[in-house]
């Protein structure tokens, strides 16, 4: 059964770095997401991308972070400058069928910035 | 009012038992509606879509009730594997972007 796959599995920062998380999405899917998790708090939204561009971002998705598609299957969120506050999980997600459609979680990168 | 929300629990039952979630939503141009299960530090997995039909997928049925923006999951004959957090899922409006209430967890004892 085709699966989102994420790597790291997990990563280990210093406050200030820059970090890249990789996704491969679904092979036919389209769309593609991102979203957090911090520990103990429930998902969040981050960004959603279609058609080589960003269709809707959330307040937290401010100018340190930053998303691309750089070839026809990997999908990269950067974050330029870490901070302690951005420790979480972070999740991919693609769909298919539609900007509506049931979308597919990766198994997630952790993120620890000390 | 949260954009989803839901009973945190947790949810005690024996195998075997029936048990039901419940979770009200506050946008009511939500048009997809979803109930996905996380385990402990895992992804969230899709476990099924609602749909106002109502649908069942097993021992799996979810309602939806647009009038009163409610969502419900109904478990029968629980296993020790179904031990989980249930995570009520909707999109925004005119968005494709979900959005998660912060889950029931529900423990199945032997």
């Known amino acids: 059964e085709p699966e989102v796959t994420q790597t790291p599995s997990h990563q280990v920062t210093q406050m200030g770095q820059e970090v890249i998380l990789r996704c491969v999405p679904i092979?036919?899917?389209?769309?593609f997401y991102w979203y957090r998790q911090i520990l103990g708090q429930k998902v969040e939204f981050l960004v959603s991308?279609?058609?080589?561009?960003?269709?809707?971002k959330s307040e937290i998705f401010d100018d340190q972070f930053s998303v691309e598609r750089p070839d026809g299957s990997n999908f990269t969120l950067k974050i330029r400058s870490t901070k302690l506050e951005d420790s979480a999980m972070y999740f991919c997600?693609?769909?298919?069928?539609?900007?509506?459609?049931?979308?597919?979680f990766g198994p997630g990168t952790r993120l620890t910035v000390l | 009012r949260k954009e989803v929300e839901q009973d945190p629990g947790p949810f005690n039952v024996p195998e075997g038992a029936t048990v039901a979630f419940n979770c009200t939503y506050s946008?009511?141009?939500?048009?997809?509606f979803f109930w996905y299960r996380q385990d402990c530090r895992k992804e969230p997995k899709l476990l099924m879509s609602?749909?106002?039909s109502g649908n069942e997928d097993g021992r799996f049925t979810a309602q939806l009730n647009r009038a009163s923006q409610y969502i419900s999951l109904l478990i029968r004959d629980s296993k020790l594997s179904d031990s989980a957090t249930y995570l009520c899922?909707?999109?925004?409006?005119?968005?494709?972007?979900?959005?998660f209430g912060t889950g029931t967890r529900l423990q199945v004892f032997p």
């Open positions: 946008n009511s141009a939500s048009q997809s």
């Open positions: 991308f279609y058609n080589n561009e960003i269709s809707e």
């Open positions: 997600a693609s769909s298919g069928g539609g900007p509506w459609d049931e979308q597919f």
């Open positions: 899922v909707v999109n925004g409006h005119n968005t494709d972007k979900l959005i």
């Open positions: 609602v749909y106002s």
């Open positions: 092979s036919n899917h389209l769309y």
